[in-house]
């Protein structure tokens, strides 16, 4: 069935949200070591710091729901883009640990907001074409990721953080309002009150066993999101730290990351359709323990740059399959108790890593990537009975 102009421009709309949220956040993150020298933080106080974003997006995604009910996705979205792009503006302005964790506490706000809203408004847009293409959407993240980590890598040397971060917020104001103004003329496929249209049925109980299930899928989420994380607040510091990279070398690490990540969700519905989600999340969580082990422990700058590919290939759709999973059992609750575990992984996984940076090394840190992506393995292969396409 071919999509009528409403979802494709709808899918247009949503796309560039993504691929902005990615852009705007690795532009943040390839100036993380900049922002640390500049405030002269620890590896342990800059991941207090980095707690701002985590304590901001958990708060406000327990919020989103409910503001997404009563306005609707599509004004939350936009709402959210705005904030994000100001926000991603304010960390160069600060000098000292206390007052970059509280920049990064609004700036985590709007980022928790945003990824909400619009992998609300995304589920809905799935379920009305019956096709899996949530992998696409991400995808989108991820090139957004890509391009922002790689302008980032050109500019290191050449422009400060402040005028980087605040060129990046004024292209993300431009992209918000052209995209935003898409968005606000196609009509949610939810009502902005939350309840269901006739054809969608009524909504379902669900018993206790489909509850922990949605959790599992859950932890799949966060166990794969908090190696995303961890690389793009980690990753290029360890490049230019314990290897010896330039910053801009440094930078092109995430690139790597975000590059391999996109290919792998560009080619997610397909591979969904040909191998299933067990064989999915089976696959892609093994190939990114082994590709972490090498990017965290490897002696070389290139062998680091191909971990960090692999394990990009890896991750790429295990999150998108967990949330459509939970989606399946448990419909949108479902889908925003396995998201707001997933990107807490992303947000709660920097601060754990300096903490053990600390304690041992950034090295042995970020091996612990690894021994989620292996767990996220696990617990996809105690769940294949509920995967079974």
């Not at 494709?8 to 949220?21: G, M, P």
């Not at 980087?164 to 004024?170: D, K, P, S």
Request: glycine share 14%.
């Amino acid at each position: 069935m071919v999509p009528g102009p409403d979802l494709v421009r709808l899918r247009l709309a949503l796309t560039a949200f993504f691929a902005l949220d990615g852009f705007v956040f690795a532009g943040w993150v390839v100036r993380i070591p900049a922002i640390k020298e500049q405030t002269g933080a620890s590896a342990s106080t800059l991941g207090l710091a980095l707690l701002g974003v985590s304590a901001g997006a958990v708060i406000t995604m327990t919020l989103t729901g409910r503001l997404c009910r009563r306005y609707g996705s599509h004004l939350v979205t936009v709402v959210c883009a705005v904030l994000l792009c100001l926000g991603v503006g304010l960390p160069p302005l600060t000098h000292s640990v206390l007052a970059l964790g509280a920049v990064l506490l609004l700036f985590g706000a709007a980022y928790g907001g945003i990824n909400v809203a619009f992998n609300s408004a995304a589920v809905d847009l799935v379920a009305a074409l019956k096709r899996p293409v949530m992998p696409s959407f991400h995808a989108a993240f991820s090139l957004g990721g890509m391009i922002g980590a790689g302008l980032g890598a050109l500019v290191a040397g050449s422009l400060s953080p402040t005028r980087h971060l605040w060129g990046l917020a004024v292209v993300g104001l431009l992209v918000t309002a052209v995209a935003g103004r898409v968005l606000m003329r196609c009509e949610p496929l939810t009502p902005a009150d939350g309840r269901r249209r006739p054809e969608q049925g009524a909504p379902r109980r669900l018993d206790r066993r489909t509850r922990a299930l949605v959790i599992v899928f859950g932890l799949i989420a966060l166990c794969t999101a908090y190696g995303e994380g961890a690389l793009a607040d980690w990753g290029a510091l360890h490049l230019e730290q314990d290897l010896g990279a330039s910053p801009g070398a440094a930078a092109v690490g995430y690139s790597c990351f975000a590059l391999a990540m996109t290919i792998g969700r560009l080619t997610g519905t397909t591979l969904l359709e040909r191998l299933g989600r067990t064989r999915t999340v089976l696959a892609g969580g093994s190939t990114a323990a082994a590709g972490m082990l090498l990017g965290a422990l490897a002696p070389s700058l290139w062998a680091a740059l191909l971990g960090y590919a692999i394990t990009g290939i890896g991750l790429a759709n295990l999150f998108p399959v967990a949330v459509e999973r939970a989606g399946a059992l448990a419909g949108p609750g479902g889908v925003a108790t396995a998201s707001t575990l997933g990107y807490g992984g992303m947000l709660l996984g920097p601060p754990a890593i300096g903490f053990m940076a600390d304690l041992f090394s950034l090295p042995a840190a970020l091996t612990s990537v690894a021994v989620l992506a292996a767990l996220a393995t696990l617990i996809g292969f105690a769940t294949r009975h509920v995967n079974a396409d």
